[in-house]
């Protein structure tokens, strides 16, 4: 297999808002983040994502963008971006920029002029459409509860908004705009950035006619079935040639609804696109009727399954990447392990192993390294989050549940479970803000933080560490093959990675029992690689820990 420095690399995600706030305002920025870099050094990561620090009104935390060419002032200056990309390029670490470009902020200047009137030159920037029997132009619903479509009383018409109101979405049918998306990111390769991370790209080409979707059962609005639209593939290889072949990127394309099959378009190793992309189906395995807002547990086995047929579908044809956390999902340990005090820490570290001696490019999201948990919220008021809050609402009116258990969904599946500030120390607010934070701090932080883990070489810190390391030396944790045992265990997940005469065995125990095992024969002579708990060696029965994770090495 072909090497590339973006396949041997691990990815720190960064969401700024809540990293390390340098002035007391509540709210991390970038010089809190530069003042961070030699942590991040010490961890062993070789890039960070960054999500949006450009200018922007909130409305969903930088995801919603009015100037692409400047800094969200709450986050810093341009000279403070600049500043924070050399002190990151110094420690020969790389920089991926989050490219939110299938909607802008309805107070970008495209925006502002495209709603003045019908006539106006930026009107087609975005997708207007009359309305229909007196209602919307089609029963599409919007990601964050509600219609897809805003009335605008001004030219009588309708916008469209796959997001919030405040994200209307762009019309990339018209090649006015992706020429100014492309200008745009060749400005920002200028100032030597090292890559991108794309908001819900395969959502940027919608169908023609923008017809209504399917109603699933149970639910207010149509799927507006934008995944993977028509001409999605077109974009981004004429995307590839404007800007990203000009360059040595680091691409990954965050695909809503993407398929294996539509992945290896995406992803393909020819290299037309995007290097990998972000798929979902392993975080949305235990959705319900009413979506996300569930209190149900994923399935090992059906886990396994997803995961296994990612690593094999892709083998040779794509590039996966891998992640059990970011901004927009809970906290990995406390959804897919234990975060119990007993076993949170020797849970974090089994999933890391699991997930980290797969194929494919890893992704740690912040403080998933000193496995912080899901965050106990009392009431709606400790919540932040548009998505969340917006669903309270439509669920509670709807009658769709009663208030308090929508509250149970939303303390377990609620992005905003990601978003509590960096646990940093023991002092006040986790040593993030001097001042009060933007969202309220983990109250777990005096057990849980980074100045702990740093002294404890068996902390999950250490354990990442170690693992990021391994990573270096090892090939065959990059470009190993990889095939799934025990596919029928409910308790452990098996699977081995070979790469020429070398093979590791994985073996991991999502479970708080003891469970037997027994390691085949060709492993009599093998050494531990890696583990959670200490054991020198493991031959014929044995039987795991709670929660154990143990790595063979063979050849
Ligand atoms: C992506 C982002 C998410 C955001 C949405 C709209 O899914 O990861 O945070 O709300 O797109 O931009
Ligand atoms: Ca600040």
């Known amino acids: 297999m072909e090497t590339a420095w973006w396949k041997e690399a691990v990815v720190y995600q960064i969401y700024p808002r809540s990293f390390m706030d340098s002035n007391a305002d509540g709210i991390g920025d970038l010089k809190g983040i530069t003042s961070r870099l030699d942590y991040l050094k010490e961890l062993g990561i070789d890039v960070i994502w960054l999500s949006p620090v450009y200018q922007s009104p909130n409305d969903d935390n930088g995801y919603d963008i009015s100037d692409y060419r400047a800094i969200?002032?709450?986050?810093?200056?341009?000279?403070?971006?600049?500043?924070?990309?050399?002190?990151?390029h110094a420690r020969g670490m790389k920089l991926v920029m989050d490219l939110v470009v299938n909607h802008t902020s309805d107070e970008h200047a495209w925006f502002v002029e495209s709603r003045k009137s019908r006539e106006n030159p930026y009107r087609d920037y975005y997708i207007w459409r009359e309305g229909k029997d007196g209602g919307a132009p089609n029963n599409w619903g919007s990601w964050f509860s509600g219609s897809a479509w805003q009335y605008d009383g001004r030219t009588d018409m309708y916008y469209l908004h796959l997001f919030s109101k405040k994200q209307p979405d762009l019309n990339w049918d018209n090649p006015k705009v992706r020429e100014e998306v492309f200008s745009m990111m060749n400005w920002w390769c200028e100032k030597g950035i090292d890559g991108f991370r794309m908001d819900v790209i395969s959502l940027i080409s919608k169908k023609p006619g923008l017809p209504d979707g399917d109603v699933a059962p149970g639910a207010l609005y149509g799927d507006s079935g934008c995944a993977n639209g028509p001409r999605v593939?077109?974009?981004?290889?004429?995307?590839?040639?404007?800007?990203?072949?000009?360059?040595?990127?680091?691409?990954?394309?965050?695909?809503?609804?993407?398929?294996?099959?539509?992945?290896?378009?995406?992803?393909?190793?020819?290299?037309?696109?995007?290097?990998?992309?972000?798929?979902?189906?392993?975080?949305?395995?235990?959705d319900g009727p009413l979506?996300?807002?569930?209190?149900?547990?994923?399935?090992?086995?059906?886990?396994?399954?997803?995961?296994?047929?990612?690593?094999?579908?892709?083998?040779?044809?794509?590039?996966?990447?891998?992640?059990?956390?970011?901004?927009?999902?809970?906290?990995?340990?406390?959804?897919?392990?234990?975060?119990?005090?007993?076993?949170?820490?020797?849970?974090?570290?089994?999933?890391?192993?699991?997930?980290?001696?797969?194929?494919?490019?890893?992704?740690?999201?912040?403080?998933?390294?000193?496995?912080?948990?899901?965050?106990?919220?009392?009431?709606?008021?400790?919540?932040?989050?548009?998505?969340?809050?917006?669903?309270?609402?439509?669920?509670?009116?709807?009658?769709?549940?009663?208030?308090?258990?929508?509250?149970?969904?939303?303390?377990?599946?609620?992005?905003?479970?990601?978003?509590?500030?960096?646990?940093?120390?023991?002092?006040?607010?986790?040593?993030?803000?001097?001042?009060?934070?933007?969202?309220?701090?983990?109250?777990?932080?005096?057990q849980i933080n980074a100045k702990k883990e740093l002294a404890d070489p068996d902390?999950?810190?250490?354990?990442?560490?170690?693992?990021?390391?391994?990573?270096?030396?090892?090939?065959?944790?990059?470009?190993?093959?990889?095939?799934?045992?025990?596919?029928?265990?409910?308790?452990?997940?098996?699977?081995?990675?070979?790469?020429?005469?070398?093979t590791l065995l994985v073996i991991c125990n999502f479970t708080k029992e003891e469970v037997p095992y027994s390691v085949p024969e060709e492993y009599a002579d093998a050494k531990v690689l890696i583990g959670n708990y200490t054991r020198s060696y493991a031959q014929g029965n044995i039987t795991l820990k709670p929660y154990e994770a143990l790595v063979l090495k063979c050849g």
């Not at 037309?272 to 975080?283: C, D, I, P, R, Y």
């Not at 190993?480 to 990675?497: I, N, Q």
């Open 72 to 88: 969200m002032q709450e986050f810093g200056t341009m000279a403070d971006f600049d500043e924070m990309l050399a002190g990151i």
């Open 233 to 286: 593939h077109e974009y981004l290889q004429e995307m590839n040639r404007a800007v990203l072949s000009r360059y040595d990127l680091m691409t990954v394309g965050e695909c809503a609804g993407v398929t294996v099959e539509e992945a290896k378009k995406y992803a393909s190793l020819n290299g037309k696109e995007l290097n990998m992309v972000f798929q979902f189906e392993h975080v949305e395995l235990c």
């Open 291 to 446: 979506g996300k807002w569930t209190d149900r547990r994923v399935d090992l086995k059906a886990f396994k399954q997803v995961m296994s047929k990612w690593q094999t579908e892709l083998a040779g044809k794509a590039w996966n990447s891998l992640f059990l956390e970011n901004h927009d999902q809970p906290r990995s340990v406390s959804r897919f392990g234990n975060d119990d005090p007993q076993y949170r820490a020797v849970c974090a570290k089994m999933l890391a192993t699991c997930l980290h001696m797969m194929q494919g490019t890893p992704y740690v999201y912040q403080g998933e390294e000193l496995g912080m948990t899901n965050c106990p919220f009392r009431t709606l008021e400790d919540f932040r989050d548009i998505e969340s809050l917006n669903a309270f609402q439509e669920l509670t009116q709807a009658g769709k549940a009663a208030p308090e258990e929508i509250m149970g969904y939303l303390r377990l599946r609620g992005r905003d479970n990601a978003r509590t500030p960096m646990q940093w120390d023991d002092s006040e607010n986790a040593g993030f803000t001097a001042g009060t934070p933007w969202i309220m701090v983990n109250p777990n932080y005096r």
């Open 459 to 502: 902390s999950v810190f250490h354990y990442y560490q170690k693992l990021i390391a391994l990573r270096k030396q090892e090939k065959i944790m990059v470009y190993g093959t990889y095939a799934l045992l025990e596919p029928d265990s409910g308790s452990l997940y098996v699977y081995t990675r070979t790469l020429g005469t070398k």
